[in-house]
């Protein structure tokens, strides 16, 4: 892949922080379901968002392209001192991480970390389960890309992986339409569907950040033994022992308890929306990218 990007320039000038905020990156607004667990555990952080609205969604963009948007955001992390920055974002995690880390980071940050979404949950899904089949309910995209079936059986090699596409969800979460008939409906579908495919499934991860907004309306029409996960809650529990691990990054990391919100679109748009994911009131600046 070609390590070229286009030049980041901000229409967000004067960013100033204390040291080197945790930078957490999404093509959009589900990012923010990960950060809100980021926050709920490791508050004492700084943390910097960027949602590439502007571009969103990445879901049908080619390996290239993701791998070129999301380098050039993670370069733009750099630029604001962050030492460290996690790719919330399925899609950026499987078609650009690996390249990123190793191809990239030797070369323009050798002292830098990327991480992604995909590895911290795929490497603990598996302790949930006491059959041995666990469900991924997860975007088209990242069910034909098969990322989660292969990676969960890198740990759990005896463990059967079951997934559901449920392409109606991000529409049904993005236009509120949560708590309605018509969500109701397509949850039943495809929850239906998913224990056609596995019904000894007692473990069922929610691998897209949008459905956690959905929580408790799949909660209602899961067994009452099946355990419902979501992905923030795993990356953050990944994250915290990260950090533990590696005390010359977190180190690094400041501790002002602040949290600032970047988007490459309207304002007024992901303040809106940006609230509902994030479960708390939102300000964002833009930022254009070229």
């Given at each position: 892949?070609?390590?070229?990007?286009?030049?980041?320039?901000?229409?967000?000038?004067?960013?100033?922080?204390?040291?080197?905020?945790?930078?957490?990156?999404?093509?959009?607004?589900?990012?923010?379901?990960?950060?809100?667990?980021?926050?709920?555990?490791?508050?004492?952080?700084?943390?910097?968002?960027?949602?590439?609205?502007?571009?969103?969604?990445?879901?049908?963009?080619?390996?290239?392209?993701?791998?070129?948007?999301?380098?050039?955001?993670?370069?733009?992390?750099?630029?604001?001192?962050?030492?460290?920055?996690?790719?919330?974002?399925?899609?950026?995690?499987?078609?650009?991480?690996?390249?990123?880390?190793?191809?990239?980071?030797?070369?323009?940050?050798?002292?830098?970390?990327?991480?992604?979404?995909?590895?911290?949950?795929?490497?603990?899904?598996?302790?949930?389960?006491?059959?041995?089949?666990?469900?991924?309910?997860?975007?088209?995209?990242?069910?034909?890309?098969?990322?989660?079936?292969?990676?969960?059986?890198?740990?759990?090699?005896?463990?059967?992986?079951?997934?559901?596409?449920?392409?109606?969800?991000?529409?049904?979460?993005?236009?509120?339409?949560?708590?309605?008939?018509?969500?109701?409906?397509?949850i039943k579908k495809n929850l239906h569907a998913l224990f056609q495919k596995g019904p000894k499934i007692d473990v069922v991860l929610l691998a897209c950040t949008h459905y956690p907004l959905l929580k408790d309306d799949i909660q209602e029409?899961?067994?009452?033994?099946?355990?419902?996960?979501?992905?923030?809650?795993?990356?953050?529990?990944?994250?915290?022992?990260?950090?533990?691990?590696?005390?010359?990054?977190?180190?690094?990391?400041?501790?002002?308890?602040?949290?600032?919100?970047?988007?490459?679109?309207?304002?007024?748009?992901?303040?809106?929306?940006?609230?509902?994911?994030?479960?708390?009131?939102?300000?964002?600046?833009?930022?254009?990218?070229?």
């Amino acid at each position: 892949m070609s390590n070229q990007t286009s030049d980041t320039r901000h229409q967000a000038s004067g960013i100033r922080h204390d040291g080197a905020p945790i930078g957490v990156f999404d093509s959009g607004y589900g990012g923010l379901t990960v950060l809100k667990e980021f926050v709920s555990r490791l508050p004492q952080y700084d943390y910097l968002y960027l949602g590439d609205n502007g571009r969103a969604p990445y879901g049908n963009r080619s390996f290239e392209t993701v791998y070129e948007y999301t380098l050039q955001c993670v370069k733009w992390f750099f630029e604001q001192g962050c030492s460290l920055v996690i790719l919330a974002c399925n899609t950026a995690s499987a078609k650009a991480l690996r390249s990123i880390q190793q191809n990239d980071l030797p070369l323009i940050a050798p002292d830098k970390r990327v991480l992604g979404v995909i590895r911290p949950t795929t490497e603990i899904i598996g302790n949930y389960s006491e059959s041995g089949e666990i469900g991924i309910l997860a975007t088209k995209g990242t069910v034909h890309s098969e990322s989660y079936p292969i990676e969960i059986r890198k740990f759990f090699p005896e463990t059967s992986v079951y997934q559901e596409a449920c392409p109606m969800w991000v529409p049904i979460v993005e236009n509120n339409e949560i708590h309605t008939q018509g969500a109701n409906f397509f949850i039943k579908k495809n929850l239906h569907a998913l224990f056609q495919k596995g019904p000894k499934i007692d473990v069922v991860l929610l691998a897209c950040t949008h459905y956690p907004l959905l929580k408790d309306d799949i909660q209602e029409h899961l067994p009452i033994d099946v355990k419902l996960v979501t992905q923030g809650e795993l990356v953050a529990h990944s994250l915290a022992g990260y950090l533990n691990r590696h005390p010359e990054i977190e180190q690094q990391c400041s501790k002002n308890g602040q949290q600032q919100f970047f988007t490459t679109d309207s304002t007024e748009d992901f303040d809106q929306h940006g609230s509902m994911f994030f479960g708390a009131p939102v300000k964002s600046r833009y930022l254009e990218l070229r």
